[in-house]
Structures are given as structure tokens and as C-alpha cells.
């Protein structure tokens, strides 16, 4: 099993930054992907950064060039993946989630989310 727990939300004003992180612990060797989602109120939950065991990253569009996805050297039960946003806009305001797949028993699992709001 694999527990996800994302933290560094919080309330920014348009242009800033902020980095969000993602500690998954349990039965990390097993990750092949984690997954950075985000839900704004009233809309569908979108995919924004990806990052594979390898290294390789992929990026929604609407944060491409803004957002970049990173991660530790993970230990064996404890991995962190980064997510660093800048020149945040009021669009980005969302709840984020991480999310790992993998090849552990049920293979999918999902952190409880964290707030960013982008406002002045």
C-alpha cells in the first residue's frame, strides 16, 4: 500500500509561486508514476504534471513553462515529489491532489488534496 499526504497550499497573489509537495510512504519501490491533478470549484478534476519513475515529465498546457514537477531520491519507504508553480494566475485556483500509480495492491491512491488560491 502506498499513503499519499500533499501539503504547501496557500493564498497568493497573481505572479507568485508556490511549491506544493507530495509524500508518499508504504510500498514506494513500487511507484511507476505520480501525478499532480487539480479541481476547481464547479469544474472536472484535470490532470497538470506527471512524473515517472524515470524522471520524465509531462504538462497540461494551460500550466506548461510554469509548473515543474520534480522528485527526491527516494528512500525505500518514503518518496517526495515536488510541484513548483509560478507566475500563478486566479485560473490556478484549485484543490490539488497527488496521486500515485503503481504496482502495489490496488495500484491507485490518492492524497486528501491541498488548497492554492490565487487572488489579490
Known amino acids: 500500500q502506498v499513503h499519499v499526504v500533499e501539503s504547501g497550499g496557500g493564498l497568493v497573489q497573481p505572479g507568485g509561486s508556490l511549491r506544493l509537495s507530495c509524500a508518499a510512504s508504504?510500498?514506494?519501490?513500487?511507484?511507476?508514476?505520480v501525478q499532480w491533478y487539480r479541481q476547481a470549484p464547479g469544474k472536472r478534476r484535470e490532470l497538470v504534471a506527471r512524473?515517472?519513475?524515470?524522471?520524465?515529465?509531462?504538462?497540461?498546457d494551460s500550466v506548461k513553462g510554469r509548473y515543474t514537477v520534480s522528485k527526491d531520491n527516494a528512500t525505500n519507504m518514503l518518496m517526495t515529489v515536488y510541484l513548483q508553480m509560478n507566475n500563478l494566475k486566479p485560473e490556478d485556483t484549485a484543490v490539488y491532489y497527488c496521486?500515485?500509480?503503481?504496482?502495489?495492491?490496488?495500484?491507485?491512491?490518492w492524497g486528501q488534496g491541498t488548497q492554492v488560491t490565487v487572488s489579490s
Open positions: 508504504g510500498s514506494v519501490s513500487a511507484i511507476y508514476a
Open positions: 496521486n500515485t500509480r503503481g504496482t502495489y495492491p490496488g495500484g491507485d491512491s
Open positions: 512524473i515517472n519513475s524515470e524522471g520524465r515529465t509531462n504538462y497540461a
